[in-house]
């Protein structure tokens, strides 16, 4: 019965403990919230980037016989 809040008698200290933890989960929302279009913006601006890095390498001319070489394989 301590961790219902409805069960909870007014004024006592149980309820001051609740009220802050509801304080900080609210709080937690706002940041996960705030982490997950921040995640969402950068996917984008990489997807952008990694899509202009693309357009450009298709735009560069090679000379017959040079190797290719492939940014993204990670020997680089």
């Not at 149980?14 to 900080?24: A, F, I, T, Y």
Request: hydrophobic share 40%; glycine share 6%; charged share 25%.
């Amino acid at each position: 019965a301590a961790a219902d809040p409805v069960s909870m008698v007014p004024g006592s200290l149980e309820r001051g403990s609740w009220c802050n933890e509801h304080m900080l989960h609210e709080r937690l929302d706002i940041i996960e919230e705030k982490v997950i279009k921040t995640v969402e913006h950068l996917e984008s601006e990489v997807k952008s980037l990694l899509n202009i890095i693309s357009e450009t390498t298709l735009n560069i001319p090679t000379v017959p016989g040079t190797p290719l070489i492939d940014i993204f394989d990670g020997q680089y």
